[in-house]
């Protein structure tokens, strides 16, 4: 059996978040952790078995007081049915399986267990994609894996059902950040852990002229009246349930018992009929 290519050097993610843990930047993750609580104040049930999917605990400390703390290496080290809670944070867009990863999640769910996962879309860093692709387009005359691949929230929605998920909501916050250079944008991504650690990547380190270049092509095409750099990250949030009888289902096509005509206060006409307008 051939084993599929990875996706993600799970060597180089590691030594990448121990150094964000030395030397973090923090500030976005930091904001994606207080929104992450927010949302889980919201819901009207108490959590007593929870359990948090991670690589980087800084950012999402408060959360882990009281809570199973698991790696995001495959497997995940999560028992069947023993958790009323799994959040998934900031790690999903580097798995080589997510979707596996979110079967795995709701296998570990109680039933009428909670399940949230928040990790950046694909969005994020389209900026930076597109001026290092320009660049080395122009420099080498060729391309390679410098930005991971990050999912369309319209397919990230769909992985949960996928998974088997009651229930699913996807939805995402998108923030802006402005750079005065693009080493400053660097030096934020490797104090979250996230610079390229793609198998495929280039393990040589790239010439002074690319990044040069892609330093001239971020401001040509992103950049603010004021000469900053502008770099969007987009923040995805999955949310889902195990699924439970006491769960409130869809009724069946063709149940409903009163008109939608009704509750608006308008009249409804047979297929093919249509309203003529005023005469003046």
């Known amino acids: 059996m051939i084993d599929a290519p990875r996706l993600t050097d799970r060597n ?3 030594l990448h978040r121990a150094r964000a843990a030395r030397r973090p930047e923090f500030f976005l993750l930091n904001e994606v952790a207080a929104d992450l609580e927010e949302r889980l104040s919201e819901v009207n049930k108490t959590f007593t078995k929870t359990a948090i999917v991670g690589g980087l605990r800084g950012p ?7 809570a199973v703390s698991v790696s995001d290496d495959e497997p995940l080290g999560l028992g069947r049915a023993a958790h009323d809670l799994v959040v998934h944070t900031m790690a999903l867009h580097w798995a080589d399986d997510p979707v596996g990863q979110l079967v795995q999640s709701r296998l570990a769910l109680e039933p009428d267990g909670l399940f949230v996962a928040v ?3 694909g969005q994020t860093l389209h900026e930076l994609r ?3 692709a320009q660049a080395e387009s122009l420099v080498t005359g ?5 930005v991971l691949p990050m999912g369309d929230l319209r397919d990230l929605g769909g992985l949960l059902q996928r998974a088997g998920f009651a229930l699913p909501v996807a939805d995402n916050r998108t923030t802006t950040v402005r750079y005065r250079k693009l080493a400053d944008l660097v030096r934020d991504l490797r104090g979250m852990g996230e610079t390229n650690a793609l198998s495929s990547r280039h393990r040589s380190l790239g010439n002074k002229r690319l990044f040069a270049e892609a330093e001239g092509q971020y ?7 004021d000469g900053y750099l502008l770099a969007t990250f987009e923040v995805v949030f999955l949310t889902g349930w195990a699924p439970d009888e006491r769960q409130p289902k869809p009724l069946r096509p063709g149940s409903a018992t009163k008109r939608l005509s009704d509750a608006l206060g308008t009249t409804e006409l047979p297929t093919g009929d249509r309203v003529e307008p005023p005469k003046s």
Request: no cysteine; net charge negative; proline share 4%.
């Open 60 to 66: 999402f400390e408060a959360m882990l007081q009281d």
């Open 219 to 225: 401001r040509t095409h992103f950049s603010d009246d």
């Open 12 to 14: 180089a993610l590691a």
């Open 119 to 121: 990790f950046f879309g």
């Open 142 to 146: 060729g391309l390679s894996p410098r």
């Open 130 to 132: 597109t001026s290092l």
